[in-house]
């Protein structure tokens, strides 16, 4: 697999040497990190082209970035290791090859923090319909040319995005059914907001608590 891997990346290296952002190898799978601008060129490439041959997508998920590297590991670093200037959103892409065997993740960041947006993956890939409709939903990414782009997993009348990390954990609404109105209605949640557990108490200190 190293040998596929390093023939990988010096395939992905020569076709995209100019918008290849960051390409690193983690887990025995690399991850490509490319513009928003350029992903669909790229897409297109990783799927038409024989030496990359990437016919099947097979999960987009999103990110939010915005507390990352705030953290330290025990050894004291920090815990950045991406190249992504400061931009909050991504969606990331799990490609297959069948032909020759081998997997590519790919990651795209949105340039906007306040309105994240990339083009949709469906004119090359169908199967990112609902994959970006869940990032949508979740993560509030709008994925630019979907033909259906909506709520998938939350409520059609929910509000917010569940997966942000600025997301209170007590949400922001609750449902439920009105008997006098014979419908279901939304209110404000009416529960205490719950505080996460510091990590003190978590983890090494957990036992003297």
Same mark, same amino acid.
């Given at each position: 697999?190293?040998t596929?891997?390093?023939?990988?990346?010096?395939?992905?290296? &020569?076709?995209?040497?100019?918008?290849?952002?960051?390409?690193?190898?983690?887990?025995?799978?690399?991850?490509?990190?490319?513009?928003?601008? *350029?992903?669909?060129? $790229?897409?297109?490439?990783?799927?038409?082209?024989? +030496?990359f %041959?990437?016919?099947?997508?097979? *999960?987009?998920?999103?990110?939010?970035?915005?507390?990352y590297?705030?953290?330290? %590991?025990?050894?004291?670093?920090?815990?950045?290791?991406?190249?992504?200037?400061?931009?909050?959103?991504?969606?990331?892409?799990?490609?297959?090859?069948?032909?020759?065997?081998?997997?590519? /993740?790919? /990651?795209?960041?949105?340039?906007?923090?306040?309105?994240?947006?990339?083009? %949709?993956?469906?004119?090359?890939?169908?199967?990112?319909?609902?994959? &970006? /409709?869940?990032?949508?939903?979740?993560?509030?990414?709008?994925?630019?040319?979907?033909?259906?782009?909506?709520?998938?997993?939350? *409520?059609y009348?929910?509000?917010?995005?569940?997966f942000?990390?600025?997301?209170?954990?007590?949400?922001?609404? +609750?449902?439920?059914?009105?008997?006098?109105?014979?419908? $279901?209605?939304? +209110?404000?949640? %009416?529960? +205490?907001? /719950?505080?996460?557990?510091?990590?003190?108490?978590? &983890?090494?200190?957990?036992?003297?608590?």
């Amino acid at each position: 697999m190293t040998t596929d891997l390093n023939i990988l990346r010096s395939n992905l290296t &020569e076709a995209f040497a100019d918008k290849v952002v960051s390409l690193e190898e983690k887990l025995g799978e690399l991850t490509l990190v490319v513009k928003a601008a *350029d992903m669909l060129g $790229v897409f297109t490439r990783l799927r038409n082209d024989a +030496e990359f %041959s990437f016919e099947e997508l097979i *999960d987009v998920c999103g990110i939010d970035y915005s507390t990352y590297g705030s953290e330290t %590991s025990e050894e004291g670093r920090y815990l950045v290791d991406i190249e992504r200037a400061g931009s909050r959103f991504a969606a990331v892409y799990h490609l297959l090859s069948i032909t020759l065997n081998i997997r590519l /993740r790919v /990651r795209v960041f949105a340039e906007d923090d306040a309105m994240p947006m990339l083009d %949709s993956a469906i004119s090359i890939w169908p199967s990112a319909n609902w994959y &970006e /409709r869940e990032a949508f939903d979740l993560y509030g990414i709008i994925f630019v040319g979907h033909p259906d782009l909506r709520r998938i997993l939350t *409520d059609y009348g929910f509000v917010g995005n569940p997966f942000r990390k600025d997301f209170p954990l007590s949400g922001t609404v +609750e449902m439920r059914y009105d008997a006098a109105q014979q419908r $279901v209605i939304y +209110e404000p949640v %009416s529960i +205490e907001p /719950r505080e996460v557990t510091p990590r003190s108490l978590r &983890e090494e200190n957990f036992a003297r608590h």
